[in-house]
C-alpha cells in the first residue's frame, strides 16, 4: 500500500469534523490504548490535502442552506485498521465486520476517503439521514428507497443529497456501498445507483 498524499486537519481549511473512533472506539470493543497505540491521538480529522478544495466547495454550498458538511472519519492509519478490524470481529463476528470495513484495501489509509454526514448549522447537531432502529442494513445506499412512510422518504431524499454534492466534486460510493463514505476517485464513473 502506498503511503497517504500530505495529510492536514480539515479544521486548518475551516471544516467540520471529529474523529469516529476517537469518540466511539468503547463501543466497538476497542480501548483508548488501542486506537493511541494505532497513532490516534485525538478527535482531530485528517485527510489528504488533495481533497480539501472539493470538501470546502461542499461544504460552501450546504453553507447557502444553513447546513454543513461534517466529517467523521478521513485518514485511518493502517495500524488502527489492525486493531479496529481485530476488535470488531471479537465483538461483532467476521461476516459482519467484513460487510462494514474493508480491509483488504483500506481506502482510508491513503487519506483520500471520508466518511461523511450533513450537519444543521443553526441547531448545531447532526442531521439524521437514518433511523438507528433499522440496524445496519440502513447503512447501505438504497435502503429507503422502496419505502413510502413520510420519514424514510426524507432519509432517502438527504442520502441522495448528500451522494449528489459528492459525486460532483469526483467523489464515489465506496466498495461496501455505504450511504455515507466516498473516495476521491475522479476518474471513474459515477456509481450512486
Excluded: C
Excluded at 466497538?28 to 486506537?35: C, R
Aim: aromatic residues 12%; without cysteine.
Amino acid at each position: 500500500m502506498t503511503s497517504p498524499d500530505n495529510l492536514v486537519y480539515i479544521d486548518g481549511y475551516g471544516l467540520l469534523g471529529s474523529n469516529f473512533y476517537w469518540h466511539r472506539h468503547e463501543a466497538h470493543g476497542l480501548s483508548k490504548d488501542d486506537i493511541l497505540e494505532a497513532g490516534l491521538d485525538s478527535e482531530r480529522v485528517q485527510v489528504s490535502e488533495k481533497i480539501i478544495p472539493f470538501l470546502q466547495e461542499i461544504d460552501k454550498e450546504l453553507q447557502e442552506q444553513d447546513k454543513r458538511l461534517f466529517v467523521k472519519e478521513g485518514y485511518r492509519s493502517q495500524d488502527l485498521y489492525q486493531i479496529v478490524y481485530k476488535r470488531r470481529v471479537e465483538k461483532y463476528g467476521k461476516e459482519a465486520t467484513d460487510r462494514l470495513l474493508n480491509i483488504d484495501s483500506m481506502p482510508h489509509a491513503l487519506g483520500l476517503s471520508v466518511d461523511v454526514a450533513l450537519f444543521d448549522a443553526k441547531t448545531n447537531s447532526e442531521i439524521l439521514m437514518r433511523n438507528r432502529e433499522d440496524g445496519i442494513e440502513a447503512l447501505f445506499i438504497r435502503f429507503y428507497k422502496e419505502r413510502q412512510d413520510k420519514v424514510s422518504r426524507k432519509y432517502q431524499e438527504r442520502q441522495d443529497y448528500l451522494a449528489e454534492l459528492m459525486l460532483l466534486r469526483g467523489f464515489r460510493i465506496g466498495t461496501r456501498r455505504e450511504y455515507f463514505h466516498f473516495d476521491y476517485r475522479p476518474d471513474e464513473p459515477e456509481n450512486y445507483i
